[in-house]
């Protein structure tokens, strides 16, 4: 969780950083982008790929077996999203850099276009309830 939550405050940080403040990437090694981009990516990769090792020793049986595959696939299209996300950041000064930025943003793009489809939805659908519930009170 706490590597998701990094890369999507770099990912904020950067758009804010660019259309902001004007100063397009790329960033430096020790910018605010950076930092949270590769601590929370090498976090993400890890955990991700801990959470597919566990969930194959684990007894399908025990959860619903018809979205085990669907399950295991968007963990490993996350797990793909910061993968790819850490080889632009090492790979970017490469020949590589237009095939990882293709299929970085096209992972990032799969990613958002699946997440109304996942579990992980609810934590926006929470979100939206405290807010519309601190609304209801200030309101009363």
């Not at 990912?11 to 100063?23: F, G, K, Q, R, W």
């Not at 996942?118 to 601190?134: D, N, P, Q, S």
Request: hydrophobic share 50%; proline share 4%; aromatic share 12%.
């Amino acid at each position: 969780m706490y590597g998701f939550l990094l890369c999507f405050a770099s990912t904020s940080v950067a758009t804010l950083m660019h259309y902001l403040l004007d100063m397009p990437a790329p960033y430096g090694p020790y910018s605010l982008p950076k930092l949270f981009g590769v601590s929370g990516g090498l976090l993400l990769s890890a955990g991700t790929a801990g959470l597919v090792v566990l969930k194959y020793r684990s007894d399908k049986h025990l959860g619903a077996t018809r979205v085990w595959g669907g399950e295991m696939a968007f963990v490993l299209l996350l797990f793909l999203v910061s993968t790819t996300g850490l080889a632009l950041y090492w790979l970017g000064d490469t020949s590589a850099l237009t095939s990882l930025l293709v299929i970085h943003l096209g992972s990032v793009l799969a990613f958002f276009v699946l997440l109304p489809f996942t579990k992980m939805v609810h934590g926006f659908y929470r979100l939206a309830a405290l807010i519309r519930e601190a609304q209801v009170k200030s309101a009363q």
